[in-house]
């Protein structure tokens, strides 16, 4: 087991275009047919495959890593038809310590695209599910995922690596939840019934929201995102009077004029009372500026207001990366730890397998001498005396694993010390 | 018992600064193990504090609120009680640095001038004078919560509105729920107070004969609870709130809190003991 090596060859969104990416990405169905292949390759004796958008990366345990990169594109020749060309783009590999490290790194998301991304420690979960599923005994990369899930909790719940909005919609969440508690009781108009609104009311959706009101040029379009989400459709201009009675205003269109205008607000505001927050998304705006001061519950923003806020929070989570690499490489090094523990188990197993076969041999010379009774005595004290000098060499060896003092070599010398095979 | 008073006396400021050390790391790193510490520690402190305020009343043979220091004692559980229900009933615990605050520097106040000497007064030994104390300083405890939490909505209005993403952004929750927070406080100061004040009448009524209307201190404390009371109704029969009631809170306490220093310095009613 010593010889044994966890390597990671990976494309990802570093070193991989897009279309590159795009064709050797891999469904679970070719993850699992992958894996049932390792079934007839000596050399690869574990293999699990975490297959997003935006990185493919191959973990194997292997003795002899060399030449893994051809099984691989013989791999995709057979199982997705795919011939990998000479041009190809050069992976990423990474052996042992270093590949253990960037597992747990992609788990909790400082590997992604964007720092912190949530969806990714999901995906390593979903890899680890399809790794279980497989029928098939991995115990090194069992443990691998295992431990990269946690330490992938783990920075999500110790640091602020994942919290923040980091895109346009998610700040305009953001900035609600800064003012709402939930969104159960309160009604969003949105203004605009394209992309961007649906990402918006998606968002909402998610925290709780339920009574939506939609304002769009097109009546169909606004229909349609009416009956996804819930609620009701208006004309553009209904929009005054539905500001009465909403607590959020989301515009998102190409709308060259204001659609909130100053005096229809100013007119409307004496029929309300309570927040009312305005999220302007649209270029150019929709919103006419001067309506954040007709009252001081009124809070106004724009598009490069909520770009201000992503970028505060890109930065607060940069902030975060030194201490979610500590909680990593604390994982890291458990795990590195009970690999090591691995390595020295054979040794331990040869060591209380020839104090054994002596108290065997030993003992079978009074086998036919002595009563049953003496005989069971005799075996009591010679287990006991076993245990008694099996104990320290034992002790000792699994301390000196644990602190990285055994190589291949010392191994070698004390299994051949401890061998029963010898004449 | 004079003992235990005066350990505990020393005690107190130290656990609840030590609760307030740890409701502002919470405050800024976010790590709810140093809050569910807090939030444990102020539950100590408390029981602490009301084992401590027993045990004097139970040494002097008295109510312990004979000068105004020992008063800060007595505010400082209060405000420490009425907290700790409101937190656990949210389970929000950010906005706990400024009440432990509080509570920390009445608390060491009132420590540093602990003169631990027996006393004898006759009002003060009188039970429903006890009650109706608790009561008056339980409802005004918790109408200076509600000012704090409508001063943190006040200032977080602020910062949304301008756009400052500070610290205070980071740390408060957000204005529904401190607003919330404020009407419950507001209600529970309004019926607490009330109580408390309908006991002090019937007492004063008991003992001399009037309501003691004659201070001015009491007539002020009437008209500040008709003045919250008809504000909350007003408010809540209407459906207005936002930061405009919220500012109206924070004036109405300050309000109070500025007539009854300057009367409780300046005159000398039948409130003071000594």
New interface residues.
Partial sequence: MENEQVVVIGYDHKNTPVEFRDKISLTSDKVISFTKAVGNNNRIQEIAIVSTCNRTEFYIVTPKPEALLCWLSWQYRYNKQFAFPHHAPKPNILYNQKAVRHLFSVSSGLESLILGEDQILGQVKESYNLLLSSGRKFPLLNKLFEQAIVAGKAVRTQTTLCQGAVSIGLAAVELARKIFRSFEKHRILLIGAGETSELVAKHFASLGAKQFIIANRTREKSQALAEKFGGKVISLEQIPMALSEVNVVVTATNSPTYLVGYEETKKILKLRSGPLLMVDISTPRNINPGIKDLSQDIFLYNIDDLRNVITNNIEKRKSQIPEAQTIINYYADNYLKWRRSLNVTPTIKAVVRYFEEIRDKELEKFSNKVSAQEFQNLEKLANGIIKKIQHQPVITLQKMARKQQLDVSKLHLISEIYSTERN | MLKLVIALNIFLPIIYGLTTVLYGRYFIN??LKTAKWASFLLLCGTCLHLVFLVAKGWHFQRFPIESSFESLSMLAFDIAVIYCVTERLKREYTTGIFFLSIVTLCQTVSTLLFRGEKTTNELLANPLFGVHASFTLLGLSALAIATLYALMYCV??KQ??K?Q?GIL?EGL?????LD?MRQNATICGIIVLGIGILLGHFWAYKLFGHFGLADPKVWITDIALCAYATIWWSTWK???????TNILSVWLFVMLFTVVTVLEFFLNTFHRFV
């Fill in positions: 976010k790590k977080l209005a949304i509105k756009k993403f952004y929750p957000d204005l529904e729920t919330s209407s459906g207005v709130h936002g930061l405009r």
